[in-house]
């Protein structure tokens, strides 16, 4: 694409540096990035059964290495936020780069929350139906607000469901951040300052003996690890090396050592590692963040990725449903051998399930009635628009 002097919507003259990172933004989504899809398939599953772990539905290997990382495996929850953050700004980032955006905030709004809710407000009515509506705090879940109250976790139709609010308040500021994000000059130091801010919460929440549950599903603590993943999308854009995949598994095999290493450790106020997950963002985050920008460095488009592009589709209706499945095989499959085994068959048949109706003929019907610009979507919308992990 040759580089011009150009005018933006806001009548600003753009500089050629301005024109070649927006093109960059959108040339470099026009492809399946289809080992960040494998990574989100690794990341679901691995809380499907973190899940399984703690609710006893299998027993611990003897190996403290792998009993450690199974217990660990809320760590995931980070991935998921720096890689929706990731996503979003390689699609989205360039659109909001002035004051006049090119695309609407309705717009952007209704292409992130059709999905979303749809699979959301489904669990919900299933959940209702099965425990009854006494157990809801049923207005604040419609809103998508119980993370802000984490007081109100025990009230919860289901407590795995803090997620989704803490990612509705992650889509409804990024327009505005991704904004500064764009226009910010030192977008290194801004990672290290939000880094250092992450840390420091999980080191003042328990200097101060705050229920680490309260930082963990909080959705201002959440938000900074989505705008990481907008910083590191940024410095993909701009960057020219290209890393080997190998250092992706060597960062995540080294995260695996670090993690078994800190398990049984005490630091100050009788600081234990062991199951406080906000302890391990540290290494965690930067991890994740070096994994996602390795893996986003190979690209490729064709029918040979299209079964990977289904199965990364298919991860949020099957961490969404995993919360129907596991008191179903409780209830009911706990005395078997392999009660785990049931709840994978479970989570898999409803995922599938609620991917063909709600997904595939539900949200394309809403999308269309709602957003005329998705009649023909672009080839980078399919990838941003399963990104609701």
Same mark, same amino acid.
């Given at each position: $694409? ?5 005018? =933006? ?73 720096? !890689? =929706? ?24 709004? !209704? ?41 109100? /976790? ?7 469901? /803090? ?67 907008? @910083? ?14 190998? /250092? ?13 290493? +800190? ?11 062991? $199951? ?35 199965? =990364? ?7 969404? /449903? ?10 009911? +499959? $706990?005395?078997?051998? @392999?009660? +785990? ?29 709602? !957003? ?18």
């Amino acid at each position: $694409m040759p580089i011009s002097v150009g005018i =933006s919507n806001n009548g600003r003259l753009l500089q050629k540096r301005d024109i070649l990172e927006r093109s960059k933004m959108l040339k470099n989504y026009q492809e399946r990035l289809p080992l960040l899809d494998i990574f989100r398939i690794f990341i679901c599953l691995s809380i499907i059964v973190y899940h399984g772990a703690i609710h006893k539905f299998y027993v611990l290997p003897g190996s403290e290495f792998l009993s450690h990382n199974l217990l660990t495996g809320a760590i995931y929850m980070d991935a998921f936020f720096i !890689l =929706s953050g990731f996503l979003l700004f390689l699609l989205y980032g360039s659109r909001f780069d002035s004051i006049s955006p090119q695309i609407s905030l309705k717009e952007f709004y !209704l292409k992130r929350y059709i999905k979303i809710y749809a699979q959301y407000l489904a669990l919900l009515f299933v959940i209702i139906a099965k425990d009854g509506i006494k157990y809801t705090i049923l207005p604040v879940e419609i809103l998508g607000l119980q993370s802000f109250f984490p007081q109100l /976790w025990n009230y919860a139709g289901n407590g795995a469901t /803090w997620f989704i609010s803490a990612i509705l308040f992650s889509y409804l500021i990024f327009p505005f951040i991704a904004y500064l994000t764009v226009h910010d000059k030192k977008p290194i130091k801004t990672m290290l300052l939000l880094y250092i801010l992450i840390v420091y919460l999980a080191i003042f929440s328990t200097y101060f003996n705050i229920d680490q549950l309260v930082l963990y599903i909080s959705p201002l603590y959440r938000c900074l690890e989505f705008i990481i993943g907008m @910083y590191v999308a940024k410095m993909y854009t701009l960057s020219k090396k290209r890393l080997s995949v190998t /250092w992706a598994f060597l960062g995540l095999f080294g995260m695996f050592y670090l993690i078994n290493y +800190f398990f049984d450790l005490n630091f100050f106020n009788n600081m234990k590692f062991a $199951m406080h997950y906000v302890y391990y963002t540290f290494i965690t985050v930067p991890v994740f963040a070096f994994i996602i920008f390795v893996l986003a460095g190979y690209k490729k488009s064709g029918k040979s990725v299209k079964i990977l592009s289904v199965l =990364s589709e298919l991860c949020f209706p099957l961490y969404i /449903w995993n919360a129907i499945a596991q008191p179903i095989v409780k209830k009911h +499959f $706990m005395q078997t051998t @392999y009660p +785990f085994v049931y709840v994978l068959i479970l989570n898999f048949l409803f995922a599938i399930i609620a991917f063909i109706v709600i997904d595939k003929i539900l949200v394309k019907m809403l999308k269309k009635k709602f !957003l005329k610009s998705d009649q023909k979507p672009e080839k980078c919308v399919e990838h941003a628009d399963n990104i609701n992990y």
